[in-house]
């Protein structure tokens, strides 16, 4: 009977404890007020804003740009995006890639094989992404 009054006691203090600790000040970011969040959202850093390319020219050809080539106000590159693959917009299907601006099905291209300029031997076809698949 004395544990079971002691364990009462224990969760007692526990509860009480508990919640003091979690508001200590420290937690909480001045940047980042927690209204509205969790605190997994809170502790992450915003990302950097996009570039405007369609407003600055050169944005896309800098050091560290994702592509030279501005699509909707974004930095692409147009031979590798699977949304904008050889122009702006053109979409790759859940089975296509693209190759140098081209849509190609690596199941089953003979010169785009599993990926890009994956060719097969004259003779050989590509069937599951795989030369002679047999």
Known sequence: MKSIEVFVLLA????????LLATSDEETPAAFPMRGRSRFLA????????SQCSLKPGTCTTKGSPGPNCCNNRCVDMGTDKNNCGSCGKKCKITEICCK???VNPMTDNFNCGS???SC?????????MCDYA
Do not use: W, Y
Not at 12 to 19: G, H, R, Y
């Open 116 to 118: 890009c300029f994956n």
């Open 43 to 50: 502790t992450q850093t915003p990302r950097p804003v996009t």
């Open 121 to 129: 031997k004259v003779g050989s076809s590509c069937e599951n992404g």
């Open 12 to 19: 007692m203090f526990m509860a009480l404890t508990i919640p």
């Open 101 to 103: 601006g081209h849509i």
